[in-house]
């Protein structure tokens, strides 16, 4: 993720992060990015083959 991507992402949350933050973010949010992306490779057959949990809410009535 570049710079000016983060910092467009940061815009839109709302946050005041300062200039010289940027780079050390876009390096932490970069590695954390690949990692998942290397957990999700590694799990995804248990992914794919699990049953999804539909979503219920705690005052809907059955």
Known sequence: MSIDQLRVL????GLNVP?????????RLST????????EAEL???I???E????VYPREEF
């Open 19 to 27: 200039e010289e933050d940027f780079e050390s973010i876009a390096i």
């Open 10 to 13: 940061t815009q839109l949350q």
């Open 52 to 55: 999804p949990i539909p979503p």
């Open 44 to 46: 995804r057959p248990l």
């Open 32 to 39: 954390w990015l690949t990692a998942m992306e290397d957990i």
């Open 48 to 50: 794919n083959a699990a």
